[in-house]
């Protein structure tokens, strides 16, 4: 059974609105053999992102940089999981009320340097949450997912 | 007091051997162990100058112990905030007989939140005592890329000067704080780079004085208006004609236009001392005070801020 860890800071109803579409599209009945967990960012650790397979992470962009939760949880589990979990797959999920650009680059700054592969391109929103953006958010968890038993 | 800011200071390890050979086991010849990147080459070239110079910063472990006894012997103070992780190396191999060099650049070491905002506390300190701050080159992992706008923020409230010398987004983000002079040596990574992208498009963005290095002239420009400089506005370009493939040092030509900035020179002689210096500069910093003299004499200045067509 492959493990998806999805990370996230959920800070507004927008963010938790694209939390719940993620957690959806990865736990889809149509994908077989995926377990996802759902840790908040300030409570995950580096036995969490070793324990799992692929990861998904969301946050809210703050004054063009991601949030301090998920930098906290960056800073904690580099360097423990630097070798181990090179290549793994993973999703991104910004929100923002302005530019969301500034978050998605640092987040992605970081994951290059873990040698993540970034399955799709960010889902990043700025302003009102849509149903497209819902509906994005949603395939993101669920091709995340797919790639862990593909 | 000049202080300049090395956020992902370097050891630079040299192997020099006959001959290499891969696979096997290889005796060297020579070996330096120097402390490199963008501010630290710059401070060396203060300091050579006689000025009084202080590098901040990011240093850790033993490769940081490196930098800062390497720096001292040159006569350069240091006030290092320690990070947990080792500060990068980067290892040169010259194989003489092949006249080939080969480089391995390890990877930057990541910053902890912890760990950056004890800088900032320590740079809002350090900055207040300063004449101008020069932020200078490559950013460690974990940093944001708009770190040298915030740095030239917190100058700008100390009234201190900052000139920013960086590619990129990093050299972007930091135009609307109003640096005192900035300092590209490519277009690389400037949104709308190509030929457009000059001195006068960093003005426009924000910064008051501009250069752009452009293989062995330097063109420069300063904003009119009180907000700008002493000294014309320019545009001008400074160039040393009849040394084909010459490139100058960009960190010897940060130092070299810090007069303008600090003491109020004018800046057609600040432009000409700092060709001569970014001729007379190796990678590190270390300036050959001989060939300073003989260049200096020879830098033409002329107006203008077109690209040399060498």
Redesign the interface.
């Known amino acids: 059974m492959a493990r998806l860890l999805i990370v996230h800071h959920t800070s507004s109803p927008s963010m938790q609105a694209m939390l719940e579409a993620v957690m959806a599209g990865a736990g889809t009945d149509e994908i077989e053999g995926v377990e996802v967990v759902t840790r908040a960012a300030l409570t995950a650790s580096a036995v969490d992102v070793l324990g799992a397979d692929g990861y998904l992470l969301g946050t809210p962009a703050n004054i063009?940089?991601m949030s301090?939760a998920l930098?906290?949880f960056?800073?904690g589990i580099?360097?423990p999981c630097l070798e181990a979990t090179q290549r793994r797959h993973y999703g991104l999920y910004v929100h923002g009320n302005n530019d969301t650009g500034?978050a998605v680059?640092?987040v992605e700054?970081?994951t290059t340097?873990l040698r993540w592969h970034r399955t799709r391109p960010p889902v990043a929103v700025a302003g009102e949450v849509g149903p497209k953006d819902l509906q994005a958010c949603w395939e993101l968890g669920a091709t995340v997912a797919a790639e862990l038993v593909s | 007091m000049i202080l300049t800011v090395a956020l992902n200071a370097t050891v630079n390890v040299a192997y020099e051997a006959g001959e290499i050979a891969w696979g096997a086991s290889n005796h060297i010849s020579r070996m330096t162990c120097r402390a490199g990147g963008g501010s630290l080459a710059v401070a060396r070239v203060l300091a050579g100058l006689g000025e009084d110079v202080l590098v901040a910063g990011f240093a850790g472990g033993g490769a940081g112990n490196l930098i800062e006894a390497d720096l001292a012997r040159a006569g350069v103070a240091t006030a290092f905030t320690r990070i947990g992780r080792e500060s990068r190396r980067v290892v040169e191999v010259l194989d003489e007989a092949r006249e080939q060099s080969t480089r391995l650049s390890e990877p930057a070491p990541f910053i902890t939140t912890e760990e950056l905002g004890r800088f900032a506390g320590e740079f809002r300190k350090l900055v207040a005592g300063a004449d101008a701050v020069v932020l200078s080159g490559g950013l460690a992992a974990g940093l944001p890329l708009d770190i040298y706008a915030s740095l030239a923020s917190y100058a700008a409230e100390a009234s201190v000067p900052a000139i920013v010398h960086a590619g990129g987004p990093a050299l972007w983000r930091s135009l609307d704080r109003h640096p005192a002079l900035v300092l590209i040596a490519s277009t690389a990574g400037m949104p709308g780079a190509g030929a457009s992208v000059g001195p006068a498009a960093l003005l426009a963005r924000g910064s008051k004085a501009a250069a752009m290095l452009s293989g062995a002239a330097l063109l420069a420009a300063v904003a009119p208006g009180p907000a700008g400089l002493p000294g014309p506005g320019g545009p001008w370009r400074a160039a040393l004609e009849g040394y084909p493939g010459l490139s100058l040092s960009a960190e010897a030509v940060v130092a070299g236009l810090l007069p303008a900035v600090v003491q109020g020179w004018a800046w057609p002689d600040a432009l000409r001392h700092a060709v001569a210096l970014g001729a007379s500069a190796d990678l590190l910093g270390e300036v050959d005070l001989d060939a300073y003299d003989l260049l200096s004499s020879e830098v033409v200045l002329a107006p203008g801020d077109g690209p040399s067509p060498g």
């Open positions: 063009g940089y301090g930098k906290h960056f800073d580099y360097y500034g680059r640092a700054t970081i340097g």
